[in-house]
């Protein structure tokens, strides 16, 4: 049974910085995307940064190229967002998604395993 569990949100002011945590179960033989999304209040669930289990190259939306960071050690089976620059527009529940597949999507509804979330909350 996959089990990931968030951790590191928080309320910063504009500019700041924040490192969320992902503590994840996941077999280690098996091949996995692994992302971080978020969801603000009545806006659909969106990805933030995925990568893949194997090949380990990143994907970043758009709106947080050059400012958030995604990454894992491997070793404590944990997936981090760094973020940095935080923007009013970043305020959200991020959850972290883990899924066995071969081809990393985008779209949350592929992901089969979800933490519970951490809210983010950065004040203008």
Known sequence: Q?????????????????????????????TY???????????EREVVARLHSRDGRPYYADSVKGRFTISRDNAENTLYLQMNSLKPEDTAMYYCAASPMSICPHSAV?????????????SS
Not at 5 to 10: I, L, R
Not at 17 to 30: G, I, N
Not at 33 to 43: E, I, L, S, T
């Open 2 to 30: 996959v089990q990931l569990q968030e951790s590191g949100g928080g309320s910063v002011q504009t500019g700041g910085s924040l490192r969320l945590s992902c503590a994840a179960s996941l077999d280690p033989y098996s």
């Open 33 to 43: 995307c692994v992302g971080w999304f978020r969801q603000a209040p009545g806006k």
């Open 110 to 122: 592929d992901y089969e395993y979800w933490g519970q979330g951490t809210q983010v909350t950065v």
